[in-house]
């Protein structure tokens, strides 16, 4: 019995010394070092590291971008391209503005009384010509592609040059694809076709227009043959007879990017114009001027550059100055986020 007394004694004692040594550990006395506080800003997501990435992820997109843009660029958009490509022997007569209302087939869309960005530029053009050959009486265009616009300007350009007094004529030469008479709203029975193969007269082809001293000859039936025909000497004994009856002879030539028909025309003609559409016509296409000049003989080949967009002006400025302006506000932004941070 005594023994049991001595263990649980024994066994009361060490958990007493236990319990003293757990409550000592523990301090009732407690003093604040610090006073807690609420952070102003959260401690993710950083957002000043999340700016910087998405600045800098869209700076290299951008750039990558406009990097791909520049190797994959092919398109003539103002008259400063052309300056680059063309050979130094050509001379750019000027740039037709784009001419935004829809028309299904071009035709005259200028007077001399027009105040009209085209009708300025129509005229800036004639005035040109003068410096090119002041006595010149025969006036061939033609362009690379179909489209480019090249039925529009000799429209435009014959009906201001009529305007001004001088008795012209407009002759549709491009008889795979005639589309003079469209624009005078005239019917095409009988044409250059019939005239160049004897089965009509001159006089019987001629048509006068609404225009004072403007008249016209439509391509006609479409020929079998038409390089053989605008080959023929009966087309130059043709020419002949018209520099009798008119001051201005305009020849509307088929694409010579794409047939030979028109070169003819434009190597024998006293001012050869060769047309490109701003955002339409390629780079490329200043191959076949190159081949034109060095290969054909034509010297002094005059260039038009039609369809420029108005925002961008004849000489493509607006879209420099556009896209600086657009990277100074990205920088200002840029900025007034880092001066936040």
């Not at 000043?48 to 791909?68: D, E, P, V």
């Not at 030539?253 to 390629?282: H, Q, R, T, W």
């Not at 034509?298 to 039609?306: A, F, P, Q, S």
């Amino acid at each position: 019995m005594e023994g049991i007394n001595n263990k649980y004694f024994s066994l009361y004692t060490a958990k007493k010394i236990e319990f003293k040594l757990f409550n000592a550990g523990y301090s009732t006395s407690n003093r604040i070092l610090t006073s807690p506080y609420y952070a102003d800003t959260p401690i993710s997501p950083n957002h000043s590291l999340i700016y910087l990435l998405y600045c800098t992820i869209g700076f290299i997109i951008g750039f990558g971008l406009i990097a791909l843009r520049y190797l994959t660029y092919n398109d003539i958009i103002s008259v400063s391209d052309l300056e680059k490509l063309l050979p130094e022997s050509t001379s750019i007569l000027g740039a037709v503005p784009l001419y935004k209302k829809k028309m299904k087939y071009s035709e005259v869309v200028v007077t001399e009384s027009s105040k009209s960005r085209i009708a300025e530029a129509i005229r800036s053009i004639r005035s040109n010509m003068s410096f090119v050959n002041k006595n010149a009486k025969v006036i061939a265009i033609s362009s690379s592609i179909s489209g480019e616009g090249k039925t529009f300007v000799i429209l435009n350009l014959a009906g201001m040059i009529a305007a001004n007094g001088k008795k012209t004529v407009v002759l549709d030469l491009d008889l795979r694809k005639p589309k003079i008479h469209h624009g005078f709203n005239a019917e095409n029975n009988d044409g250059m076709s019939n005239l160049i193969s004897g089965l009509v007269t001159l006089e019987e082809v001629i048509k006068p227009s609404d225009i004072p001293n403007l008249d016209f000859i439509t391509a006609g039936p479409i020929p079998p043959n038409p390089s053989e025909l605008i080959q023929s000497k009966a087309l130059e004994d043709v020419i002949l007879g018209l520099r009798e009856k008119y001051d201005i002879i305009m020849i509307d030539n088929p694409p010579v990017g794409i047939v030979s028909d028109g070169i003819k025309m434009l190597s024998e003609a006293d001012i050869p114009l060769y047309v490109f559409k701003a955002n339409y016509s390629k780079r490329v296409f200043v191959n076949r001027v190159e081949e034109l000049i060095e290969v054909q003989k034509i010297k002094k080949l005059n260039i038009i550059l039609n369809g420029i967009e108005s925002s961008r002006g004849g000489y493509g400025y607006g879209y420099g100055y556009g896209m600086v302006w657009v990277w100074i506000w990205v920088w200002v932004w840029v900025r007034s986020k880092i001066r936040q941070w």
